[in-house]
Protein backbone atom coordinates (compact mmCIF):
# COMPACT_ATOMS: atom_id res chain seq x y z
CA UNK A 1 0.00 0.00 0.00
CA UNK A 2 1.44 3.84 -0.99
CA UNK A 3 2.25 6.11 1.96
CA UNK A 4 -0.96 8.22 -0.32
CA UNK A 5 -3.09 5.73 0.15
CA UNK A 6 -2.20 5.34 3.89
CA UNK A 7 -2.63 9.27 4.74
CA UNK A 8 -6.45 8.69 2.83
CA UNK A 9 -6.95 5.50 5.15
CA UNK A 10 -6.35 7.98 8.07
CA UNK A 11 -7.89 10.79 7.32
CA UNK A 12 -10.91 8.64 6.58
CA UNK A 13 -10.49 7.71 9.57
CA UNK A 14 -10.21 10.45 11.72
CA UNK A 15 -13.87 11.72 10.13
CA UNK A 16 -15.17 8.35 10.87
CA UNK A 17 -14.17 9.27 14.68
CA UNK A 18 -15.43 13.24 14.80
CA UNK A 19 -18.70 11.77 12.86
CA UNK A 20 -18.84 8.69 15.76
CA UNK A 21 -18.82 11.33 18.65
CA UNK A 22 -21.44 13.67 17.05
CA UNK A 23 -23.56 9.96 16.52
CA UNK A 24 -22.98 9.09 19.63
CA UNK A 25 -23.92 12.50 21.50
CA UNK A 26 -26.71 12.81 18.89
CA UNK A 27 -27.93 9.56 20.19
CA UNK A 28 -27.78 10.27 23.76
CA UNK A 29 -29.65 13.40 23.20
CA UNK A 30 -32.85 11.24 21.89
CA UNK A 31 -33.00 8.28 23.56
CA UNK A 32 -32.01 9.74 27.25
CA UNK A 33 -32.64 13.35 27.59
CA UNK A 34 -36.38 13.12 26.23
CA UNK A 35 -37.49 10.41 28.09
CA UNK A 36 -40.05 11.92 29.97
CA UNK A 37 -41.47 13.91 26.86
CA UNK A 38 -43.93 10.86 26.12
CA UNK A 39 -47.55 10.34 28.00
CA UNK A 40 -48.54 7.04 28.44
CA UNK A 41 -48.78 4.48 25.27
CA UNK A 42 -52.23 4.55 24.58
CA UNK A 43 -53.82 1.43 23.22
CA UNK A 44 -55.82 1.19 19.61
CA UNK A 45 -58.69 -1.00 19.97
CA UNK A 46 -59.85 -2.57 16.31
CA UNK A 47 -62.76 -4.71 15.69
CA UNK A 48 -63.97 -6.36 13.05
CA UNK A 49 -67.91 -6.82 13.00
CA UNK A 50 -68.05 -10.58 11.81
CA UNK A 51 -66.04 -12.89 10.54
CA UNK A 52 -66.96 -15.04 6.51
CA UNK A 53 -67.01 -19.21 7.16
CA UNK A 54 -64.54 -19.83 4.87
CA UNK A 55 -61.69 -17.52 7.04
CA UNK A 56 -61.61 -20.29 9.13
CA UNK A 57 -61.31 -24.56 9.18
CA UNK A 58 -62.81 -26.96 10.88
CA UNK A 59 -61.12 -28.45 13.88
CA UNK A 60 -61.15 -32.03 14.67
CA UNK A 61 -58.63 -33.38 17.26
CA UNK A 62 -58.83 -33.79 20.76
CA UNK A 63 -56.37 -31.32 22.36
CA UNK A 64 -56.87 -29.87 26.50
CA UNK A 65 -54.56 -27.44 26.71
CA UNK A 66 -57.16 -24.62 26.02
CA UNK A 67 -58.54 -22.55 29.66
CA UNK A 68 -59.50 -19.44 27.80
CA UNK A 69 -63.00 -20.34 27.09
CA UNK A 70 -65.31 -18.43 29.64
CA UNK A 71 -68.79 -20.52 30.07
CA UNK A 72 -71.75 -19.22 28.40
CA UNK A 73 -73.71 -18.13 31.82
CA UNK A 74 -71.84 -17.57 35.19
CA UNK A 75 -72.83 -19.63 37.82
CA UNK A 76 -74.36 -18.33 41.01
CA UNK A 77 -73.54 -18.77 44.63
CA UNK A 78 -76.43 -19.54 45.23
CA UNK A 79 -79.24 -22.26 44.59
CA UNK A 80 -81.01 -21.26 41.27
CA UNK A 81 -84.55 -20.82 40.85
CA UNK A 82 -86.63 -23.35 38.44
CA UNK A 83 -86.26 -22.51 34.60
CA UNK A 84 -87.02 -23.76 31.68
CA UNK A 85 -84.15 -25.42 29.66
CA UNK A 86 -81.89 -23.22 26.78
CA UNK A 87 -79.27 -23.26 24.98
CA UNK A 88 -77.17 -20.30 23.06
CA UNK A 89 -78.93 -21.36 20.32
CA UNK A 90 -82.15 -19.91 20.27
CA UNK A 91 -83.48 -20.59 16.59
CA UNK A 92 -82.96 -24.32 17.35
CA UNK A 93 -85.68 -26.20 19.73
CA UNK A 94 -84.56 -27.33 22.52
CA UNK A 95 -84.97 -30.87 23.44
CA UNK A 96 -87.62 -31.17 26.71
CA UNK A 97 -86.30 -34.24 29.42
CA UNK A 98 -87.56 -35.64 32.57
CA UNK A 99 -84.58 -34.35 34.99
CA UNK A 100 -84.80 -31.88 37.57
CA UNK A 101 -81.27 -30.53 36.37
CA UNK A 102 -78.90 -30.69 33.24
CA UNK A 103 -76.02 -29.89 31.01
CA UNK A 104 -73.98 -30.41 28.07
CA UNK A 105 -70.51 -29.30 28.25
CA UNK A 106 -67.82 -29.17 25.82
CA UNK A 107 -64.58 -31.05 26.92
CA UNK A 108 -62.57 -29.20 24.68
CA UNK A 109 -63.44 -25.24 25.32
CA UNK A 110 -65.96 -25.46 28.37
CA UNK A 111 -68.42 -24.22 26.83
CA UNK A 112 -72.10 -24.97 27.78
CA UNK A 113 -74.55 -25.99 24.66
CA UNK A 114 -77.83 -26.80 27.01
CA UNK A 115 -78.65 -26.06 30.02
CA UNK A 116 -81.56 -26.69 32.53
CA UNK A 117 -81.69 -25.69 36.25
CA UNK A 118 -77.66 -26.00 35.64
CA UNK A 119 -76.48 -23.94 38.86
CA UNK A 120 -79.23 -25.52 41.77
CA UNK A 121 -77.90 -27.40 44.44
CA UNK A 122 -78.97 -31.15 44.36
CA UNK A 123 -78.03 -34.51 46.43
CA UNK A 124 -75.99 -36.46 43.31
CA UNK A 125 -75.69 -40.06 45.10
CA UNK A 126 -72.34 -42.12 43.61
CA UNK A 127 -71.13 -39.23 40.82
CA UNK A 128 -69.61 -37.74 44.11
CA UNK A 129 -67.12 -40.73 42.82
CA UNK A 130 -66.28 -39.04 40.39
CA UNK A 131 -64.46 -36.50 42.86
CA UNK A 132 -63.06 -39.74 45.06
CA UNK A 133 -61.39 -41.20 42.04
CA UNK A 134 -59.02 -38.40 40.58
CA UNK A 135 -58.12 -37.47 43.75
CA UNK A 136 -56.67 -41.31 44.62
CA UNK A 137 -55.49 -41.33 40.96
CA UNK A 138 -53.47 -37.86 41.65
CA UNK A 139 -52.10 -38.35 45.04
CA UNK A 140 -51.93 -42.28 45.53
CA UNK A 141 -49.95 -45.29 43.66
CA UNK A 142 -52.07 -47.50 41.42
CA UNK A 143 -49.92 -50.45 42.60
CA UNK A 144 -50.48 -49.56 46.41
CA UNK A 145 -51.65 -52.42 48.40
CA UNK A 146 -54.77 -51.42 50.83
CA UNK A 147 -55.74 -53.10 53.65
CA UNK A 148 -59.87 -52.78 53.98
CA UNK A 149 -60.89 -51.54 57.63
CA UNK A 150 -63.96 -52.60 59.22
CA UNK A 151 -65.58 -49.45 58.56
CA UNK A 152 -65.08 -49.50 54.63
CA UNK A 153 -66.29 -53.52 55.02
CA UNK A 154 -69.57 -53.18 56.72
CA UNK A 155 -70.59 -49.91 54.62
CA UNK A 156 -74.33 -50.64 53.06
CA UNK A 157 -75.91 -49.72 49.36
CA UNK A 158 -73.78 -50.47 46.19
CA UNK A 159 -70.77 -52.53 47.31
CA UNK A 160 -68.16 -54.80 46.36
CA UNK A 161 -68.28 -57.18 49.00
CA UNK A 162 -64.75 -56.22 50.45
CA UNK A 163 -63.40 -58.17 53.67
CA UNK A 164 -62.42 -56.86 56.81
CA UNK A 165 -58.20 -57.18 56.34
CA UNK A 166 -58.34 -57.94 52.96
CA UNK A 167 -55.33 -56.48 51.06
CA UNK A 168 -56.37 -55.39 47.50
CA UNK A 169 -54.78 -53.14 45.15
CA UNK A 170 -55.42 -49.42 44.71
CA UNK A 171 -55.61 -49.68 41.06
CA UNK A 172 -58.68 -52.76 41.82
CA UNK A 173 -60.31 -50.59 43.96
CA UNK A 174 -60.51 -47.62 41.66
CA UNK A 175 -62.22 -50.18 39.49
CA UNK A 176 -64.64 -51.28 41.76
CA UNK A 177 -65.50 -47.73 42.19
CA UNK A 178 -66.24 -46.72 39.24
CA UNK A 179 -68.07 -49.62 37.39
CA UNK A 180 -69.88 -51.45 40.34
CA UNK A 181 -69.89 -47.94 42.62
CA UNK A 182 -68.43 -49.58 45.70
CA UNK A 183 -69.26 -47.58 48.46
CA UNK A 184 -67.00 -49.87 50.42
CA UNK A 185 -64.50 -49.36 48.03
CA UNK A 186 -64.83 -45.21 48.43
CA UNK A 187 -64.21 -45.83 51.86
CA UNK A 188 -61.51 -47.67 51.59
CA UNK A 189 -59.77 -45.62 49.29
CA UNK A 190 -60.41 -42.32 51.61
CA UNK A 191 -58.63 -43.91 54.08
CA UNK A 192 -55.80 -44.86 52.16
CA UNK A 193 -55.23 -41.75 50.47
CA UNK A 194 -56.21 -39.65 53.32
CA UNK A 195 -55.52 -41.11 56.27
CA UNK A 196 -59.32 -40.91 57.35
CA UNK A 197 -62.55 -40.77 55.71
CA UNK A 198 -62.64 -37.40 57.31
CA UNK A 199 -59.40 -35.64 56.22
CA UNK A 200 -60.04 -37.37 52.93
CA UNK A 201 -63.34 -35.26 52.64
CA UNK A 202 -61.86 -32.25 53.31
CA UNK A 203 -59.38 -32.97 50.52
CA UNK A 204 -62.30 -33.41 48.12
CA UNK A 205 -63.96 -29.76 49.20
CA UNK A 206 -60.26 -27.86 48.91
CA UNK A 207 -60.10 -29.35 45.11
CA UNK A 208 -63.63 -28.95 44.58
CA UNK A 209 -62.62 -25.60 45.13
CA UNK A 210 -59.48 -25.32 43.05
CA UNK A 211 -61.68 -26.22 40.25
CA UNK A 212 -64.50 -23.56 40.33
CA UNK A 213 -66.72 -25.82 41.89
CA UNK A 214 -68.27 -23.23 43.94
CA UNK A 215 -71.96 -24.66 44.57
CA UNK A 216 -70.09 -28.00 45.43
CA UNK A 217 -69.86 -29.51 49.11
CA UNK A 218 -69.02 -33.12 50.05
CA UNK A 219 -69.53 -34.72 53.23
CA UNK A 220 -68.78 -38.74 52.23
CA UNK A 221 -66.44 -40.06 49.42
CA UNK A 222 -69.89 -42.27 48.14
CA UNK A 223 -72.93 -39.67 48.02
CA UNK A 224 -75.28 -41.78 50.32
CA UNK A 225 -77.54 -39.44 51.10
CA UNK A 226 -76.16 -37.05 53.92
CA UNK A 227 -77.66 -33.61 54.97
CA UNK A 228 -75.43 -30.96 53.35
CA UNK A 229 -73.65 -33.23 50.58
CA UNK A 230 -74.82 -31.63 47.10
CA UNK A 231 -73.59 -29.91 43.69
CA UNK A 232 -74.93 -28.80 40.76
CA UNK A 233 -75.04 -30.22 37.14
CA UNK A 234 -73.03 -27.35 36.68
CA UNK A 235 -69.80 -28.20 38.68
CA UNK A 236 -70.25 -32.04 38.14
CA UNK A 237 -69.21 -30.93 34.40
CA UNK A 238 -66.36 -29.10 35.73
CA UNK A 239 -65.04 -31.72 38.17
CA UNK A 240 -65.66 -34.37 35.22
CA UNK A 241 -64.14 -32.12 32.91
CA UNK A 242 -60.86 -31.99 34.67
CA UNK A 243 -60.81 -35.73 35.68
CA UNK A 244 -60.97 -36.80 31.95
CA UNK A 245 -58.05 -35.75 31.04
CA UNK A 246 -56.20 -37.68 33.00
CA UNK A 247 -55.75 -40.84 30.98
CA UNK A 248 -55.95 -43.43 33.67
CA UNK A 249 -59.50 -42.35 34.74
CA UNK A 250 -60.65 -41.80 31.02
CA UNK A 251 -59.61 -45.25 31.18
CA UNK A 252 -61.32 -46.69 34.11
CA UNK A 253 -64.71 -44.93 33.45
CA UNK A 254 -65.23 -45.62 30.05
CA UNK A 255 -64.20 -49.69 30.43
CA UNK A 256 -67.33 -51.85 30.30
CA UNK A 257 -65.90 -54.96 32.02
CA UNK A 258 -62.90 -56.20 33.71
CA UNK A 259 -61.33 -58.55 36.34
CA UNK A 260 -60.10 -56.93 38.87
CA UNK A 261 -58.13 -59.06 40.96
CA UNK A 262 -60.71 -61.97 42.48
CA UNK A 263 -63.93 -59.65 40.98
CA UNK A 264 -65.35 -60.09 37.56
CA UNK A 265 -66.57 -56.38 37.19
CA UNK A 266 -68.61 -55.43 35.47
CA UNK A 267 -69.92 -51.42 34.75
CA UNK A 268 -73.28 -50.02 35.73
CA UNK A 269 -73.68 -47.17 33.07
CA UNK A 270 -75.71 -47.84 30.30
CA UNK A 271 -75.27 -45.36 27.90
CA UNK A 272 -71.11 -47.71 27.29
CA UNK A 273 -73.98 -49.70 25.30
CA UNK A 274 -76.43 -48.01 23.95
CA UNK A 275 -75.04 -44.93 22.85
CA UNK A 276 -72.79 -44.38 20.06
CA UNK A 277 -69.37 -42.94 20.84
CA UNK A 278 -70.01 -42.84 24.80
CA UNK A 279 -67.04 -43.58 27.00
CA UNK A 280 -67.45 -42.87 30.75
CA UNK A 281 -68.16 -41.77 33.09
CA UNK A 282 -70.72 -42.52 36.19
CA UNK A 283 -74.17 -43.30 37.16
CA UNK A 284 -75.67 -42.42 40.63
CA UNK A 285 -78.90 -43.54 42.88
CA UNK A 286 -79.99 -42.64 46.34
CA UNK A 287 -83.43 -41.82 47.43
CA UNK A 288 -83.02 -38.14 47.59
CA UNK A 289 -81.16 -37.82 44.67
CA UNK A 290 -82.94 -40.00 42.20
CA UNK A 291 -81.22 -41.70 39.16
CA UNK A 292 -78.29 -39.49 38.19
CA UNK A 293 -76.17 -39.96 35.31
CA UNK A 294 -72.76 -38.60 33.87
CA UNK A 295 -71.65 -39.24 29.93
CA UNK A 296 -69.48 -38.44 28.36
CA UNK A 297 -69.29 -39.31 24.41
CA UNK A 298 -66.87 -38.55 21.63
CA UNK A 299 -67.80 -38.54 17.79
CA UNK A 300 -65.43 -37.14 15.08
CA UNK A 301 -63.09 -35.42 17.47
CA UNK A 302 -65.45 -33.71 19.58
CA UNK A 303 -65.98 -34.73 23.18
CA UNK A 304 -68.91 -33.79 25.00
CA UNK A 305 -69.59 -33.65 28.67
CA UNK A 306 -74.00 -34.32 30.11
CA UNK A 307 -75.28 -34.53 33.28
CA UNK A 308 -78.87 -35.67 34.50
CA UNK A 309 -80.04 -34.87 38.27
CA UNK A 310 -82.71 -36.66 39.68
CA UNK A 311 -84.33 -38.40 36.84
CA UNK A 312 -87.56 -40.65 37.90
CA UNK A 313 -86.18 -44.01 36.43
CA UNK A 314 -83.29 -45.87 34.73
CA UNK A 315 -84.84 -45.20 31.56
CA UNK A 316 -85.46 -41.87 31.71
CA UNK A 317 -81.94 -40.96 32.62
CA UNK A 318 -80.79 -42.67 29.43
CA UNK A 319 -83.01 -41.42 27.37
CA UNK A 320 -83.01 -38.03 28.87
CA UNK A 321 -79.11 -38.16 27.96
CA UNK A 322 -79.13 -39.25 24.89
CA UNK A 323 -81.43 -36.55 24.23
CA UNK A 324 -79.20 -33.25 25.11
CA UNK A 325 -76.23 -35.14 23.31
CA UNK A 326 -78.21 -35.88 20.35
CA UNK A 327 -79.13 -32.08 20.59
CA UNK A 328 -75.47 -30.69 21.11
CA UNK A 329 -73.84 -33.15 18.08
CA UNK A 330 -76.70 -32.36 15.54
CA UNK A 331 -76.72 -28.21 16.00
CA UNK A 332 -72.65 -27.70 17.14
CA UNK A 333 -69.53 -28.50 15.11
CA UNK A 334 -66.11 -27.42 16.71
CA UNK A 335 -64.40 -24.10 14.79
CA UNK A 336 -60.57 -22.54 15.17
CA UNK A 337 -61.13 -19.20 16.08
CA UNK A 338 -57.46 -18.65 17.20
CA UNK A 339 -53.58 -20.77 16.87
CA UNK A 340 -51.41 -20.20 18.95
CA UNK A 341 -48.83 -18.10 17.19
CA UNK A 342 -50.97 -16.45 14.58
CA UNK A 343 -49.50 -13.06 13.86
CA UNK A 344 -52.33 -10.98 14.32
CA UNK A 345 -51.20 -7.21 14.26
CA UNK A 346 -47.81 -4.91 14.17
CA UNK A 347 -46.99 -2.44 16.63
CA UNK A 348 -45.31 0.60 16.25
CA UNK A 349 -41.78 1.13 17.53
CA UNK A 350 -40.30 4.13 18.93
CA UNK A 351 -36.11 4.58 19.22
CA UNK A 352 -35.92 1.03 17.98
CA UNK A 353 -33.75 -0.47 15.14
CA UNK A 354 -36.74 -1.52 13.61
CA UNK A 355 -39.73 0.52 13.13
CA UNK A 356 -42.39 -2.47 14.03
CA UNK A 357 -42.62 -5.52 15.80
CA UNK A 358 -45.59 -8.56 15.16
CA UNK A 359 -47.83 -9.27 18.07
CA UNK A 360 -48.88 -13.22 18.01
CA UNK A 361 -51.83 -15.14 19.67
CA UNK A 362 -50.49 -16.84 22.81
CA UNK A 363 -53.16 -20.03 22.56
CA UNK A 364 -55.43 -22.22 20.29
CA UNK A 365 -59.34 -21.32 20.40
CA UNK A 366 -61.54 -24.13 19.04
CA UNK A 367 -64.66 -23.66 20.17
CA UNK A 368 -68.16 -25.65 19.21
CA UNK A 369 -70.88 -23.07 17.19
CA UNK A 370 -73.87 -23.39 15.44
CA UNK A 371 -73.25 -22.13 12.07
CA UNK A 372 -75.75 -19.24 12.88
CA UNK A 373 -73.32 -18.35 15.43
CA UNK A 374 -70.36 -18.61 14.16
CA UNK A 375 -71.51 -15.78 11.83
CA UNK A 376 -72.19 -13.49 14.86
CA UNK A 377 -68.97 -13.62 15.90
CA UNK A 378 -66.91 -10.44 16.40
CA UNK A 379 -63.22 -10.11 17.29
CA UNK A 380 -61.67 -7.39 18.78
CA UNK A 381 -58.10 -6.87 19.27
CA UNK A 382 -56.04 -4.68 21.92
CA UNK A 383 -53.11 -3.82 21.39
CA UNK A 384 -50.99 0.00 22.45
CA UNK A 385 -50.33 2.48 19.45
CA UNK A 386 -46.67 1.88 19.58
CA UNK A 387 -43.83 0.76 22.50
CA UNK A 388 -40.49 2.19 23.17
CA UNK A 389 -37.29 0.10 22.41
CA UNK A 390 -35.77 -2.22 23.85
CA UNK A 391 -38.51 -4.49 23.46
CA UNK A 392 -38.14 -8.39 24.04
CA UNK A 393 -39.57 -11.59 22.44
CA UNK A 394 -42.93 -12.88 24.74
CA UNK A 395 -44.06 -9.87 26.38
CA UNK A 396 -47.69 -9.29 26.83
CA UNK A 397 -48.95 -6.46 25.01
CA UNK A 398 -52.78 -6.69 24.35
CA UNK A 399 -55.42 -9.28 23.61
CA UNK A 400 -57.65 -10.93 21.26
CA UNK A 401 -61.24 -11.23 22.07
CA UNK A 402 -63.99 -12.84 20.70
CA UNK A 403 -67.73 -11.94 21.06
CA UNK A 404 -71.24 -13.78 20.66
CA UNK A 405 -74.03 -10.81 20.70
CA UNK A 406 -72.20 -8.79 22.78
CA UNK A 407 -70.79 -11.06 25.08
CA UNK A 408 -67.17 -12.49 25.94
CA UNK A 409 -66.79 -15.98 24.37
CA UNK A 410 -63.19 -16.26 23.91
CA UNK A 411 -60.00 -14.67 24.29
CA UNK A 412 -56.13 -14.84 24.25
CA UNK A 413 -52.95 -12.77 25.11
CA UNK A 414 -50.71 -11.72 22.45
CA UNK A 415 -47.19 -11.62 22.81
CA UNK A 416 -44.26 -9.54 21.14
CA UNK A 417 -42.86 -12.17 18.32
CA UNK A 418 -38.99 -10.91 18.08
CA UNK A 419 -36.63 -8.66 19.93
CA UNK A 420 -36.05 -4.97 19.22
CA UNK A 421 -32.67 -3.55 20.25
CA UNK A 422 -32.61 0.38 20.91
CA UNK A 423 -30.67 2.96 18.69
CA UNK A 424 -28.27 4.20 21.03
CA UNK A 425 -24.47 5.03 20.56
CA UNK A 426 -23.02 1.33 20.20
CA UNK A 427 -25.48 0.95 17.58
CA UNK A 428 -24.21 4.13 15.54
CA UNK A 429 -20.49 3.01 16.28
CA UNK A 430 -21.19 0.17 14.64
CA UNK A 431 -22.90 1.80 11.58
CA UNK A 432 -20.00 3.97 11.20
CA UNK A 433 -17.31 0.86 11.59
CA UNK A 434 -19.26 -0.96 8.96
CA UNK A 435 -19.59 2.19 6.72
CA UNK A 436 -15.42 2.62 7.91
CA UNK A 437 -14.63 -0.98 6.92
CA UNK A 438 -16.57 -0.85 3.43
CA UNK A 439 -13.97 2.02 2.28
CA UNK A 440 -11.19 0.59 3.25
CA UNK A 441 -11.87 -2.31 0.98
Not at 204 to 218: E, I, P, Q, V
Not at 266 to 282: I, Q, R
Not at 407 to 424: P, Q, R
Amino acid sequence: MTIKKYLCCLVSLLLSLEIIMLLALTAYVEVYADEEEYEPIPFEIFEVDAFKIEDFEVFEADVFESEDVLPSSSPSTEPSAEKEATSPTSQVEVPVINAAAAIVMDMESGRILYEKNAYRRMPIASTTKIMTAILAIELGNLEDIVTVSKRASSIGGSVINLRTGEEIKLKDLLYGLMLRSGNDAAIAIAEHIGGSVENFVEMMNYKAKLLGARNTNFVTPHGLDREGHYSTAYDLAVITRYALQNPVFSQIVGTKNIIAGSRNLYNTNEMLDLYPGADGVKTGYTGQAGRCLVTSATRNGQRYISVVLNCPTRALRAQSSKKILDYAFSNYKPYTLLNAGEKIARVSIIKGIEDMVSVEAVNDIFIPLSKDEYERIQKKVIIPEYLEAPVYAGITVGEVQFFLDGKLLAHSELKTSADVYVKDYKYYIKIIIEEWMNMVR
